[in-house]
């Protein structure tokens, strides 16, 4: 709840999507020509191909959102969403994590006398990251990320005590 209040006073607004998500939109983000099958998670008796399996990840939902919304609106678009992702566990349910996701584009500022407004940037994300965590009281660290979804040379695992708490990239 913490995490949501700091972010909308960043500019961010929540978004809620599906817990399902498609086989289609999950290769979109994988550089791999094929999905690994072991993290993916197949609903017996799927609606629609889109919605086939739960949600490794919150990346391809609100990625989606965020193309559903530029149709819309040309100016910045700031969007997080905080629920479950789906993890395989051998011989037992899904390990189901919380998981914030967060996304940025377009002019951070309103247009104005004063310029056109800042397009984002990695360190802006990276900012943004280290200064919600310090005001959860957590210290962070950046170690260069394997992350391949995202640009090589803008890309960053947070790190928390040791442990990759997640990434920031672009």
């Not at 609100?62 to 193309?67: F, G, P, R």
């Not at 984002?120 to 200064?131: L, N, Q, R, Y």
């Amino acid at each position: 709840r913490q995490m949501g209040h700091h972010l909308s006073g960043y500019g961010f607004q929540e978004i809620i999507t599906y817990s399902l998500t498609g086989r289609d939109m999950l290769q979109r983000l994988s550089p791999e020509a094929h999905l690994q099958e072991s993290i993916l998670l197949r609903v017996a008796n799927p609606m629609t191909v889109e919605q086939e399996y739960l949600r490794p990840n919150l990346r391809p939902n609100l990625l989606a959102a965020l193309a559903a919304n530029r149709r819309y609106q040309d100016d910045g678009i700031r969007f997080f969403e905080i629920g479950k992702i789906y993890l395989p566990r051998s011989g037992d349910l899904p390990d189901e994590r919380d998981t914030l996701c967060g996304l940025l584009t377009g002019p951070g500022l309103e247009k104005s006398w004063q310029g056109d407004g800042e397009m984002p940037d990695f360190f802006e994300a990276k900012g943004i990251v280290e200064s919600l965590l310090r005001q959860l009281g957590v210290t962070a660290g950046f170690e260069e990320s394997s992350d391949e979804s995202l640009n090589s040379t803008n890309r960053a695992a947070v790190v928390v005590g040791g442990n990759r708490l997640g990434v920031v990239g672009e």
